[in-house]
Nanobody, 115 residues
Framework: QVQLVESGGGLVQPGGSLRLSCATN????????MGWYRQAPGKQRELVAS???????SYADSVKGRFTLSRDNAKNTMYLQMNSLKPEDTALYYC?????????WGQGTQVTVSS
């Protein structure tokens, strides 16, 4: 029933910026954590950034200082501001929201960083 809808992916030059958005088409009760994952060709899906309902944010070492996660709990929305993008950031990015009993995933949005 509940779906996560992502937007904001695209093709950018190295050093450029993108802002990803994730929104729900319904209400998810009791969200414990929210986060962004990415998967590059031939690699495992990895956690990029996550946030708890109380606001604690964690980042992968590879994106610290460049990416910023933000959220709007009232609307169950989440954003990922990506600055100083590098070719190694190229991946399919997924939105994830978790309650104690369920995991919700977006369809993925492609981010490509290339000259």
């Amino acid at each position: 029933q509940v779906q996560l809808v992502e937007s904001g992916g695209g093709l950018v030059q190295p050093g450029g910026s993108l802002r990803l958005s994730c929104a729900t088409n319904g209400s998810i009760r009791g969200i414990a954590t929210m986060g962004w994952y990415r998967q590059a060709p031939g690699k495992q899906r990895e956690l990029v950034a996550s946030v708890t309902f109380t606001g604690g944010i964690s980042y992968a070492d590879s994106v610290k200082g460049r990416f910023t996660l933000s959220r709007d709990n009232a609307k169950n929305t989440m954003y990922l501001q990506m600055n100083s993008l590098k070719p190694e950031d190229t991946a399919l990015y997924y939105c994830n929201m978790n309650t104690v009993s369920h995991q919700y995933w977006g369809q993925g949005t492609q981010v490509t960083v290339s000259s």
